[in-house]
């Protein structure tokens, strides 16, 4: 089978092994934007340094296999299918909770799209909608904070405006992530699923700096011998800072979270924290307003 990876450009720049892994495997990977597609061209034209967002990079995929017969586009987060896929990561640490004769206080996942923390919370959303105490956390970077700063509201899931429109938190399909940000998590949008439950008042949100992160990062990593992905950082802080607050408190707790992935491939960014070259950065809202400006047209009131 043939790839075709269209990788944001600032991460093609800023985490090159993950390019170098993919060409190993026989995969072409390509910056966007780019000029291999009408929609890359045009970015690319009013903006040649543009660096690149999920939104850009999902719409010349769209436009190439809506372009070619026999190309099929693949999409591996943010749907509700993906997110439903993933909670087999929940149910296992359900029965492992079970085994040990535990049950957790708080459930901690980092959120960019939805498909990790759907993965590990949903499994217990029906207990919290029948009445549990358990949080659900979603932790997600101060740089892009879809959550907590977003509006729950219909937009499109890219900036050409051919994926479907989905009613979720976003920060504008034409956001684009700062380049300083160097921890991942850099999508516009939210899934549908964990959006109507942020929305309804079961998950519960939470935006962290990136240096917090790389900081907790770091603790984990000289402790437990794992270095994580700069993404699970997120919820290894927002764990860390639980488990804090329970100690000052004097009460015991039980606390789940999902370390996603390993940082193997993430070490450029980790060299820009250990060097002092990381800076935390807070998306301005004048600017998700600004973004926020060309929704689509649903007749419904926003």
């Given at each position: 089978m043939k790839v075709h990876v269209y990788m944001v450009r600032v991460s093609h720049d800023q985490k090159p092994y993950r390019k170098f892994m993919m060409e190993t495997w026989g995969g072409t990977v390509t910056a966007s934007p780019s000029m291999l597609t009408r929609c890359g061209r045009e970015i690319l034209a009013a903006d040649p340094d543009n660096p690149g967002s999920l939104g850009i990079a999902i719409s010349e995929a769209v436009e190439e296999a809506a372009s070619?017969?026999?190309?099929?586009?693949?999409?591996?987060?943010?749907?509700?299918?993906?997110?439903?896929?993933?909670?087999?990561?929940?149910?296992?640490?359900?029965?492992q909770l079970e085994l040990a004769g535990d049950y957790p206080d708080v459930v901690i996942g980092c959120a960019g799209g939805g498909s990790?923390?759907?993965?590990?919370?949903?499994?217990?959303?029906?207990?919290?909608?029948?009445?549990?105490?358990?949080?659900?956390?979603a932790v997600e970077p101060a740089a892009c904070p879809t959550l907590t700063k977003g509006r729950f509201v219909y937009d499109y899931g890219d900036e050409a405006k051919m994926a479907p429109i989905m009613e979720m938190y976003t920060l504008g399909h034409t956001f684009i992530p700062p380049t300083i940000h160097?921890?991942?998590?850099?999508?516009?949008?939210?899934?549908?699923?964990?959006?109507?439950?942020h929305h309804e008042g079961i998950v519960d949100a939470v935006a962290v700096p990136q240096k917090g992160c790389f900081e907790a990062a770091i603790m984990f990593a000289r402790t437990e011998g794992i270095i994580p992905a700069p993404e699970s950082s997120h919820a290894i802080r927002a764990a860390i800072d639980e488990a804090l607050k329970a100690k000052d408190e004097g009460r015991e707790t039980t606390i789940l979270f999902n370390l996603s992935g390993h940082g193997h491939f993430d070490m450029t960014s980790y060299d820009m924290y250990l060097s002092g070259k990381l800076d935390d950065y807070e998306y301005p809202r004048e600017l998700?307003?600004?973004?926020?400006?060309?929704?689509?047209?649903?007749?419904l009131p926003v």
């Open positions: 070619n017969k026999g190309v099929n586009y693949s999409l591996g987060s943010v749907l509700n299918h993906v997110c439903l896929h993933q909670t087999i990561i929940g149910l296992e640490a359900r029965r990790n923390f759907a993965g590990i919370a949903v499994p217990f959303a029906r207990d919290k909608i029948n009445g549990s105490k358990v949080r659900l956390l160097a921890g991942g998590l850099r999508y516009h949008g939210m899934s549908p699923l964990v959006s109507l439950m998700i307003d600004t973004a926020l400006h060309d929704l689509p047209n649903v007749g």
